[in-house]
């Protein structure tokens, strides 16, 4: 599995745009880049994923280098429930088994 | 549909004890993961159970084991307990197929060994 260089933490206010980077420049051509997020006191649960185009949900959007050596994930408006940890996972898309960092905690400031 | 069920959700035991840890998987989930994370960690893959067999394991010793059950539910067992095996433990379910977009989490078993 390739690894991943998160920042360990980021701070935003509420109703800002946020971007959080994640480095894997060890990342092979068929991997896919997962994102999940753990809010406080809870399991991860799934954001968003993409190849090599840009993806949107309603969740966020995420943005692949056109090298795929990084990626970032954007909350369009920031709320406070979106403070949380947030993992970057890199892997093959017919592995089934998720792989965690140490992710980003996200602050987020009324 | 209903989520994925742990319990119990916090759990005190001495060092040397043993403790099972249980998951009800989602509806329509076959696949069930355990994870252990300790404090101000990403959680650690422990093993996965698919058809009631352990489908990969992580990096852990054989005093952790689990089970898979008919109606897909799922016990973690950790024998011996050391004081390092205080963390959150993590259970998640999936369905092969639907790639790792899949996973659904329980809110986990916080166990504290003393």
Known sequence: DAKTTQPNSMESNEEEPVHLPCNHSTISGTDYIHWYRQLPSQGPEYVIHGLTSNVNN???????AEDRKSSTLILHRATLRDAAVYYCIPSTYNTDKLIFGTGTRLQVFP | ??????????????????VTLRCSSQSGHNTVSWYQQALGQGPQFIFQYYREEENGR????????????????????????ELDDSALYLCASSFPGTGLYGYTFGSGTRLTVV
Not at chain 2, 1 to 18: C, D, N, Y
């Open chain 2, 58 to 81: 992580g990096n852990f010793p054989p005093r952790f084991s689990g089970l898979q059950f008919p109606n897909y539910s799922s016990e973690l067992n950790v024998n011996a307990l």
């Open chain 1, 58 to 64: 309603r969740m966020a959007s995420l943005a692949i």
């Open chain 2, 1 to 18: 549909e209903t989520g994925v069920t742990q319990s119990p959700t916090h759990l005190i035991k001495t060092r040397g004890q043993q």
